[in-house]
């Protein structure tokens, strides 16, 4: 079966880290463009971060500099590691597949919710 | 950053009629190279990630019913559903993914009258 499965989320006190990963099955991480999207509580979708096929990336203003992907052919993952965090990271993450050359997401995880508090 | 707008914010629509939802982009997500408007539209079920519905303007994503439509170029886009079933209520979003940041509307939240 074709689908991602994000794992990694919880509660993280302000300053904190955490690292997400998304497993993939039914295709191979390396072979499509992979991002992350973030949705916080009751609110609208945002993009986080894309892995090209020449494993370049891409963030978005509000996670540069404190998020990275990344991702592990050999275990067919996508990884986002998060620091710094902030009380408005928290959201749920959507681990999501793009086509090759193409932005719009034809996969999606369940996500994982990430919680930033004290 | 282009900026997606939705309208409207929430819309009621009795059951078996026509649903409209419209976007609108900051500037155009229409790439003259290959005549291709970089608009995808989502919907997403309480509890559920999105799931892609159309995708640039106008072609529908495989297994999607034919009830869902896409039109619009350049910077108007609109999402149609011909005739409004039970299933359908949700919140429906576009992305442009002319460029990065590839950001989405805020979401049109449908329910039924």
Do not use: H
């Not at chain 2, 495989?62 to 886009?77: E, I, K, L």
């Not at chain 2, 609109?78 to 002319?98: G, K, M």
């Amino acid at each position: 079966e074709v689908q991602l499965v994000e794992s990694g989320g919880g509660l993280v006190q302000p300053g904190g880290s955490l690292r997400l990963s998304c497993a993939a099955s039914g295709f191979t991480v390396s072979s499509k463009y992979m991002s992350w999207v973030r949705q916080a509580p009751g609110r609208g979708l945002e993009w986080v971060s894309v892995i090209y096929s020449d494993d370049s990336t891409s963030s978005a203003d509000s996670v540069k500099g404190r998020f990275t992907i990344s991702r592990d052919n050999w275990k067919n993952t996508l990884n986002l590691q998060m620091n710094s965090l902030r009380a408005e990271d928290t959201a749920v993450y959507f681990c999501a597949r793009a086509p090759m050359s193409s932005w719009y997401f034809d996969l999606w995880g369940r996500g994982t919710l990430v919680t930033v508090s004290s | 950053d282009i900026v997606m707008t939705q309208s409207p914010d929430s819309l009621a629509v009795s059951l078996g009629e026509r649903a409209a939802i419209n976007c609108k982009s900051s500037q155009s997500v229409l790439y003259s190279s290959n005549n291709k408007n970089y608009l995808a539209w989502y919907q997403q079920k309480p509890g559920q990630s999105p799931k892609l519905l159309i995708y640039w303007a106008s072609t529908r994503e495989s297994g999607v019913p034919d009830r869902f439509s896409g039109s619009g170029s350049g910077t108007d886009f609109t999402l149609t559903i011909s005739s409004l079933q039970a299933e359908d209520v949700a919140v429906y979003f576009c992305q442009q993914y002319y460029l990065p940041p590839y950001t989405f509307g805020q979401g049109t939240k449908l329910e039924i009258k």
